[in-house]
């Protein structure tokens, strides 16, 4: 299939009105490796199995992604691990590594070049961009290719869900790159609750119980109203987690039959009320709406605050830190400070994205054999082999196994020895595991629970229902950011006394004007198309 001239004229049409405002996104990358999944697949013996085309001559690709470092795959044994990689995989990879602080801006370039196109481009989010590509026709819909099993083993185990974030006009665009979808969650100071007599929250109202009684019980012991339930700052994502526990849903719902706005649903409201309150009742510092986000973990590192909602690894860290520095229980001043870590309430949590970006593969791959060969490398990247050799390289020289099997990575603080292999950790798109199950890293008591939570969360998690039409949806594609501070800012305002309800509805007024009715009416033409 010879498609580069036509898409070459339709892709300069496409950026020309094009803009590279993103949809959505997270800053937490699935390299860090802080998940697993039960259902691992491993690739044995790749080096001698046969490729997509029946043969086991190597196949050639080439490939566009970020360089984070420098001089990536560079150093002493950076060409035994380029071996490895190409025999395990059967695949010859010729790396476009493009420097991150440029990376947008060679992505334009190469998307308007179709001649120069590489097969397998990295991308960061979506964008009007990569929307207007993939209408034009840049990129292989995979859906008719990447859930063989047989070829793609763990490829084809993709989530579905996170799938619709890398879906445009029906068609699979990407393959993700997988982050912990039940990353969210609720920690709290477990030796605060044991001296107040208080069990691990299941409902709302224990939520709301441990707050007040973290603020107003002497959780600490010192005699001194100086303690908080909850610890804020300016980012607003705890907000979003504890709307969930209400039924809100993740950003769009599903009411009658169509798609709309959470905030524009009696649950919001009730949500939005019960956060007011706990403002209202002193059980969150007064001015946190302007305190920076780089000391929001410190209140509680402190003593200030006692509970922690974001990201699960978040309140474990600071778990990690009483330990390291000895801070005492304040039941037991023997033993370090603990906390628990909690993934849902009232049986709901929200769902982060799945993704932390996608690879798409181009139709600078003009064959289906050529596909099945991009294909074939991403789905041999992800088992456990390669995803062990991009995190901590070759047995042997950068890890061994102790006693008892697990991993020691012997050179953790040696950055200049991890150039040998750490960029290809930016070609693992981690299906259908985040890490590798074996050899695995031996898991602190801590790091075990948060693993436990966030997989026992995957089943409760709520997903946005709107996330693929909001893709295909102009309208939110040019002006989605801006839409969404509008309401972000009034539920701010309404949360800290500026505004009433009145002046919350003008703020969804000002919303529908300035082109949410639109996307509504977008997003819900598509939904609609699909049923």
Not at 188 to 211: F, Q
Not at 252 to 277: C, H, N, R, S
Not at 324 to 337: C, E, R, Y
Not at 356 to 376: P, Q, R, S, Y
Request: charged content about 20%; aromatic content about 10%.
């Amino acid at each position: 299939m010879k498609l580069k001239k036509l898409t070459a004229i339709m892709l300069t049409v496409a950026l020309a009105t094009g803009s590279l405002a993103g949809c959505g996104g997270s800053s937490d990358s699935a390299a860090s490796l802080a998940g697993t999944t039960e259902n691992a697949t491993s690739t044995e013996g790749a080096a001698d199995s046969a490729t997509a085309e029946g043969t086991t001559e190597k196949q050639n690709i080439t490939v566009m992604t970020y360089d984070y470092d420098g001089s990536p795959v560079s150093g002493e044994h950076s060409e035994e691990v380029l071996q490895e990689m190409e025999d395990f995989t059967n695949t010859h990879v010729d790396f476009t590594w493009v420097p991150n602080d440029s990376y947008e801006d060679k992505l334009s370039l190469t998307l308007a070049s179709a001649d120069d196109m590489p097969m397998i481009i990295s991308v960061s989010a979506m964008s009007a961009a990569i929307v207007g590509a993939a209408k034009a026709g840049a990129f292989w819909d995979l859906n008719d290719y990447m859930f063989d099993s047989e070829k793609y083993p763990n490829l084809s185990q993709a989530n579905a869900s996170v799938n619709e974030g890398v879906t445009i006009d029906g068609q699979l665009i990407g393959v993700y790159k997988a982050r912990p979808i039940g990353r969210y969650g609720m920690g709290y100071r477990a030796d605060w609750a044991e001296k107040l007599g208080l069990d691990a929250p299941t409902t709302i109202e224990d939520v709301y119980e441990m707050m007040y009684q973290f603020t107003y019980g002497d959780p600490d012991g010192n005699g001194v109203d100086d303690t908080y339930g909850l610890a804020l700052c300016k980012y607003t994502g705890p907000f979003d987690i504890m709307q969930t526990w209400f039924g809100v849903g993740n950003k769009w719902v599903e009411q009658d039959g169509q798609l709309v706005p959470v905030f524009q649903t009696d649950e919001y409201m009730e949500a939005l009320k019960w956060i007011k309150k706990m403002y209202d009742d002193g059980l969150v510092y007064e001015d946190w709406a302007v305190r920076d986000t780089a000391t929001w973990k410190d209140s509680v590192k402190n003593g200030e605050c006692g509970i922690f909602i974001d990201v699960l690894d978040g309140a474990r860290s600071i778990w990690d830190y009483f330990v390291t520095n000895d801070v005492p229980s304040v039941v037991d001043a023997s033993v370090p400070a603990s906390m628990n870590l909690i993934g849902s309430i009232e049986g709901k949590t929200l769902a982060t994205s799945g993704n932390n970006g996608f690879f798409v593969i181009t139709k600078a791959a003009d064959t289906e054999e050529k596909l099945a060969a991009c294909l074939n490398y991403l789905d041999k990247m992800c088992s456990d082999e390669m995803i062990t050799l991009s995190s901590y390289g070759l047995e042997g020289t950068h890890w061994e196994r102790d006693a008892e099997g697990y991993l020691i990575d012997l050179d953790a603080e040696d950055a200049v020895s991890a150039k040998a292999y750490a960029a290809l950790n930016q070609t693992v798109a981690y299906i259908p595991n985040l890490k590798a199950l074996s050899p695995t890293v031996k898991l602190t008591e801590r790091q075990q629970l948060e693993e436990k939570v966030k997989a026992e969360n995957e089943a409760v998690a709520v997903f946005n229902p709107a996330i693929a039409y909001l893709n295909n949806s102009e309208t939110y594609s040019l002006n989605g950011s801006t839409l969404d501070q509008i309401i972000d800012d009034a539920r701010t305002q309404y949360i800290c006394g500026q505004i009433d309800e009145t002046g919350l509805q003008s703020a969804v007024d000002n919303w529908l004007a300035q082109g949410g009715k639109t996307v509504i009416e977008e997003v819900n033409a598509q939904y609609t198309a699909a049923k």
